[in-house]
């Protein structure tokens, strides 16, 4: 490569004879800067071969060059291509301007070689925000040729203790954060598990030794998975309210016990609304970002439609509402595999009590022109809800308290069907009266079957991954 011509951005890395003893340097740039800046280091590989020179390891193997000018160019991809990568990256530029920052910050996070700047920039904002960016020499007095190896050797030295004590570093924040995520897994356990300090501990530490994880790692598959789990049960929560929403609003357009369906009424949006903030805040904007928006629309128009007197359009936006969370709720569990399914089968009656007991409603109400779609409803709810209940039973139980909340809930599951069949034999304030009692049925079998989640939630098998 001549001393005087300009190389062009075609012929990229020109000169490249780099040898396996010894890799390349590259010089970057444009105008005249750039020129002497590549002379000088052609004039240093030229006379490599000098002991000094060999002693410092600085010797080069071919110097590249590449013109930045070339607007078509992204330099840092260039260098990050070159192969093999030069050991050193000597920049010539005037001023340090924004983009010549923002190339260098790309250039460190990926080149572990050695940066230096030539310019004539003396503005201390300058140096801070290049040294910042990962340069290691600043230079502002030119070059002379015979100095360059010896600063290039300095850049990398330079550079090799910055990664020593980045390592160092994220060696230390590490160490903390798996303290961190140690005391919140433990804590998690401590509450769940109703376990003492030391045998939540002794239980991580074995759990960890058994799978061949870090403490702290383990520590994190149980913090994460505790807020996933948390995540669908809440998710799983937006699929009930939408029934229990609709049934509360019939019953106190039928006169049922009204105050004490408006406390409920009222209870359901502050929970749903409160479990749409908990997602935000928690669920992968990234991943589920789209679900989540989808999800707080359909929300919002269902509190529109509450507020009208039109209960069909209410049911109709809570079928809605229903469909979107079942899909968020699904595609969450996907995220913990196997071990969340029981979750989901729980939570999911918890809506299929509300669904059962809002169309056994719509029945005992006496609307015959919806007596079809109400049978039709109570058939498939009902189906639904033994088929899980004996998948349930016949999965295995991790607590005695999950197998007692599964008995309690199959008898107050036959209570209720008995209240929703026997409803529309009554007149006047009888039927009313059984009307009271089939909420109240669909309420207790709620509450059970919310705990039963809970337990699932967390249970060891969802918090140990």
């Known amino acids: 490569m001549s001393k005087n011509a300009a190389p062009s951005s075609a012929a990229l890395f020109a000169a490249s004879t780099a040898s396996p003893a010894a890799q390349p340097v590259l010089v970057l740039g ?31 193997s071919a110097v590249l060059a590449l013109d930045t000018a070339d607007a078509h160019l992204d330099w840092v991809a260039h260098v990050l291509a070159a192969q093999p990568q030069p050991q050193a990256v000597l920049c010539a530029a005037e001023q340090v301007d924004e ?53 290039v050797c300095l850049a990398r030295v330079r550079q090799q203790q910055v990664q020593r004590e980045l390592k160092a570093l994220q060696e230390v924040s590490r160490r903390l954060q798996d303290r961190i995520a140690v005391d919140r897994a433990k804590g998690l356990l401590m509450r769940t598990q109703a376990l003492p300090d030391d045998e939540a501990f002794t239980l991580l530490r074995s759990t960890a030794m058994n799978t061949n994880m870090r403490l702290g790692e383990l520590a994190q598959t149980v913090v994460d998975s505790a807020v996933l789990a948390e995540s669908l049960n809440r998710c799983g929560q937006l699929r009930m309210l939408s029934q229990r929403i609709v049934k509360l609003h019939w019953l106190q357009l039928a006169g049922v016990n009204q105050a004490q369906c408006k406390t409920l009424l009222d209870e359901s949006v502050r929970w749903a609304d409160g479990n749409l903030v908990f997602l935000q805040r928690h669920v992968d904007v990234q991943q589920f970002g789209s679900d989540l928006q989808a999800l707080q629309a359909v929300w919002q128009q269902l509190q529109v439609r509450l507020q009208r007197d039109d209960p069909l359009a209410l049911d109709s936006a809570a079928e809605v509402l229903l469909q979107e969370a079942d899909a968020l709720t699904n595609r969450l569990e996907s ?25 056994a409603l719509l029945l005992g109400l006496g609307e015959a022109t919806l007596e079809q779609r109400a049978h039709v409803g109570m058939a498939s709810a009902k189906e639904a809800f033994e088929a899980a209940l004996l998948r349930l039973n016949a999965a295995p139980l991790s607590s ?8 309690q809930a199959g008898v107050l599951w036959l209570r209720l069907v008995r209240a929703a069949q026997t409803a529309p034999q009554h007149q006047g304030h009888s039927r009313l009266e059984q009307l009271h009692l089939l909420c109240d049925g669909s309420e207790q079998l709620l509450t059970t079957f919310d705990q039963l989640s809970s337990q699932y939630e967390h249970s060891l098998q969802v918090l140990l991954g």
């Open 30 to 60: 444009h105008g005249p800067a750039w020129q002497r800046l590549l002379a000088d280091c052609q004039a240093a590989y030229a006379n490599q071969a000098t002991p000094v020179e060999q002693d410092i390891g600085a010797a080069w």
């Open 99 to 151: 983009a010549l920052l923002a190339g260098l910050s790309r250039l460190a996070q990926h080149y572990s070689g050695g940066v230096l700047l030539f310019t004539q920039d003396s503005r201390s904002a300058s140096m801070h925000q290049a040294l910042e960016r990962g340069v290691h020499y600043y230079g502002l007095q030119g070059h002379a040729a015979h100095e360059l190896p010896a600063l």
């Open 335 to 359: 995220q913990g595999a196997a071990r969340l399914q029981l979750l989901n089968v729980a939570g999911r009656q918890r809506m299929l009590s509300q669904r059962y007991a809002k169309y």
């Open 400 to 407: 005695q308290a999950i197998s007692d909340a599964l008995t």
